[in-house]
């Protein structure tokens, strides 16, 4: 039989992000576990921060998902889930959102969590895609950083910034689990964990979690 494969697609075209996602995942491999492929979507835009940006990138992953035969599952590694119902619709093998998982794990670890976004403009979105899922009485808050996808993955101070918020989540929102709302945040969970003393989810690691047990009982 062979390997199974979860490829991770970066919608943004930022190979800082996909590098470190690539490096977020690492502990999730196992031996005779499926093989893990982050890739990043050469066409997308260098990160995703706009409904714009989200609407740019739906059919590109579509393609990029149909156009994968030896994928048994795939993860779409970017907060605002682009295109995740359209890839869903164009393939039997398991597409899963980065925040839809991880919402769901820290509905796992807490009783109401709160989301650290990259900007002010990105917490309509997320707003309205909790709302749909029916979560709203779930979240604490969210709360920007004020930075860019790419400050985000490779900025000297986003940690600093992120212990601040997720403190301001922490002690004025009543938060007891904090998801991180961008896939180029991945590189700091752990610290960010350490320092605020709550479950911090990375939202890529938690949907590659599933997609783990997906094609492991498959």
Known sequence: MSRRRIVVINPNSNQAVTRGIDEAL????????PEIVCT?????????????????????????????????????????DPGLHVCREGSERPVFGIA?????????????F??????????????????????????A???????SVAETASGENTLDRMVEVGRELRDRDGAEAIVMGCAGMARHRRPLEQ???LPVIDPTQAAVAMAIGAVCVA
């Not at 808050?141 to 930075?147: D, K, T, V, Y």
């Open 100 to 112: 839809e998982c991880g919402v769901l794990t820290a509905l796992a670890r807490a009783e109401r």
């Open 40 to 80: 990043t979507l050469a066409e997308g835009p260098y990160g995703i921060e706009t409904q714009a940006d989200v609407e740019s990138v739906t059919m590109p992953l579509r393609r990029l998902v149909e156009s994968d035969n030896g994928a048994d599952a795939f993860v779409i590694a970017c907060y605002s």
């Open 114 to 139: 709160g989301v650290i976004a990259i900007k002010q403009r990105s917490i309509r979105r997320h707003i309205r895609y909790l709302r749909q899922m029916g979560l709203m009485e779930r979240l």
């Open 26 to 33: 690492r502990p999730l491999a196992f031996a005779d576990g």
């Open 141 to 147: 808050g969210e709360r920007p950083l004020e930075m």
């Open 195 to 197: 320092a605020l003393g």
